[in-house]
């Protein structure tokens, strides 16, 4: 089975093909011809994350999926949210939301938080939604040099350091992104049989 991947991220790609069984044949934009950026124009995590599967399946035809991503503070009635990346600024600088964010909750002992990610497949069935979630506390001052994004504020429950202080081989087995692969590989591997 081929299927198409919606991301320019060549880290993510690897990440997914190695969780992926070997039936399944990963494609990247690359190699079906895809150079552009699909604007993610809609205002949630799910909207944004189906915008660009089934862009690719309408006008490429492959099966597809991509993700999207946010973190939901619940101080901030869930924002940053779907805009995550450009909290701060169109110039998505992370340690610049980070400021924003610790900021925004300055004084304010009610830290909780998770992430989000969804993951869209769009096949000759419809579009699908996987969802996978990390629950967590959002961290005084940042913490660790590892990671990217929010890792450094971002402590997840259960654990004494925060994503950014982890080695990455265990923040990738607990995150939001593996949950959300996790759901989408069961149902692959059932649509083969
Ligand atoms: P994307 O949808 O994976 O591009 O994620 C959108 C934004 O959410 C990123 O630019 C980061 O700011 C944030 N983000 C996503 N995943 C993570 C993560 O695992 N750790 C920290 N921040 C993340």
Redesign the pocket.
Known sequence: MKIVFASHNPNKIKEIKLLLPPSIELLSLADIGCTQDIAETADTIEGNAQIKATYIKDHYGFDCFA?????EVDALDGAPGVY??RYAGPQ?I?AE?IQKLLRKLAGNSHRSAQ?KTVIALSNYKGTHLFTGICKGIILKEPKGKD?????PI?QPIGYPQS?AEMPTSLKNQI???KKALEKLIVYLQAQKK
């Not at 993700?67 to 973190?71: N, Y």
């Not at 990671?147 to 890792?151: K, S």
Request: hydrophobic content about 30%; proline content about 0%.
């Open positions: 993700d999207d991503t946010g973190l995550s990346a998505k992370d939301n992430f990671g990217f994004g929010y890792d971002f994503f995150s939001h992104r």
